[in-house]
């Protein structure tokens, strides 16, 4: 059966929310990550589900997954759903209890969003994404617009501070976290579509040509392919790469 949506398996500061831009722009759904645990009831509320003491567990799981659904969808007939790997395996038990008796993870997924594609974005770059990361979490700026726009802003501005121990215990997360996914591919047999942050990044347009190939749709006009949000990456960030090597070395 052909693919109905697409699932992009990602990590924290790897273009994810680039990509989700360019795929909606383009009538390919509306990817969110409507799983994160801390955005549920956000999520829910909006949509005006009944509390969960109101419906019971079950059905608000239910419910809940409805609604996500045709958010992701948006006015297109093509899902989008972003999923992080710290959440992959609380959504599972979710779906568990939704489906009960499916054998695997890429069975309960495939059940409850129809055949999707899986695209696997990562970074080449780990270190340059470990301060990406940190940067993001230290200043509370996590996205802006090309025009310089904020797009996302969780805290305060806060100046950065250079911290090895910090950067050394989310580039190891980060590397955990994609080997994770390397081996939930193969334990699903799933081969997935892979992106990087590299190659959205420097060719947008050749990247979504890739996505719409896998779904067998047709690819947009490079001249209309425009990213919705700006590297943030600055002198810091090239600072504190320098830094890092060297204290790495001891």
């Not at 699932?7 to 929310?17: D, L």
């Not at 019971?56 to 972003?82: H, M, N, P, W």
């Not at 947008?204 to 943030?232: F, I, N």
């Amino acid at each position: 059966m052909a693919p109905q949506g697409y699932i992009i398996c990602g990590t924290p500061r790897t273009g994810s929310t680039l990509l989700c831009g360019l795929l909606k722009a383009h009538g390919l759904g509306d990817p969110h990550s409507f799983y994160r645990r801390q955005n549920i009831s956000e999520w829910a509320e909006g949509w005006g589900l009944p509390p969960r003491e109101t419906l019971g567990e079950v059905a608000f799981q239910r419910a809940y997954l409805k609604a996500a659904i045709s958010e992701g969808r948006g006015c297109t007939d093509v899902f989008g759903f972003r999923l992080m790997k710290e959440t992959l395996a609380e959504l599972s038990a979710i779906l568990d209890r939704l489906f009960p008796g499916l054998p695997s993870d890429r069975a309960r997924l495939e059940r409850a969003f129809g055949p999707v594609v899986f695209l696997h974005l990562s970074r080449r770059d780990k270190l340059a994404q470990a301060i990406s990361l940190v940067r993001a979490q230290q200043s509370g700026l996590w996205h802006r617009a090309p025009d310089g726009t904020e797009i996302e802003r969780l805290a305060p501005p806060a100046p950065p501070a250079y911290d090895f121990a910090r950067l050394s215990a989310s580039l190891a997360d980060l590397e955990a976290q994609d080997d994770g996914w390397h081996l939930w591919f193969g334990a699903e047999g799933i081969t997935p579509l892979s992106l990087t942050y590299e190659a959205v990044a420097e060719n947008p347009a050749a990247a979504l040509a890739r996505v719409c190939e896998a779904l067998g749709r047709p690819a947009p006009d490079p001249a209309k392919v425009h990213p919705g949000t700006a590297r943030l990456s600055d002198d810091v960030n090239e600072d504190w790469t320098t830094r890092y090597r060297k204290d790495e070395l001891g």
